[in-house]
């Protein structure tokens, strides 16, 4: 089992940034890809960047250019810089982790493990 707790999250105005943790606890590996989704209300959960062991990184096109993501396996933490956030970024952000190399790092179902989420709401 993978524990996974976001931080992080919070209200900034538009053009700000913020700076998402994920820290992972229990059978945590550097092989497993870990993500970041977010979900806003009304909305379905959707993709915003991950960082796979085997290939490196991808993102959202929404998101690209603004937001990073890294790990730090000496720490077991995922981190997603965010800059120059608008408020369409506005949602609750989701950590999540899947230990089989697939396809698909953009689909949810394909992650083993979510975090609780941490809302991040960006002001105009």
């Known amino acids: 089992q993978v524990q996974l707790a976001e931080s992080g999250g919070g209200l900034v105005q538009a053009g700000g940034s913020l700076r998402l943790s994920c820290a992972a606890s229990g059978r945590t590996s550097a092989n497993y890809d870990m993500g970041w989704f977010r979900q806003a209300p009304g909305k379905e959960r959707e993709f915003v960047a991950a960082?796979?062991?085997?290939?490196?990184?991808t993102y959202a096109d929404s998101v690209k250019g603004r937001f990073t993501i890294s790990r730090d396996n000496a720490k077991n933490t995922v981190y997603l810089q965010m800059n120059s956030l608008k408020p369409e970024d506005t949602a609750i952000y989701y950590c999540?982790?899947?230990?089989?190399?697939?396809?698909?790092?953009?689909?949810?179902?394909?992650?083993?493990?979510w975090g609780q989420g941490t809302q991040v709401t960006v002001s105009s």
């Open positions: 960082i796979l062991w085997w290939t490196g990184t």
């Open positions: 999540a982790a899947r230990t089989r190399t697939i396809s698909g790092p953009t689909i949810p179902a394909t992650y083993d493990y």
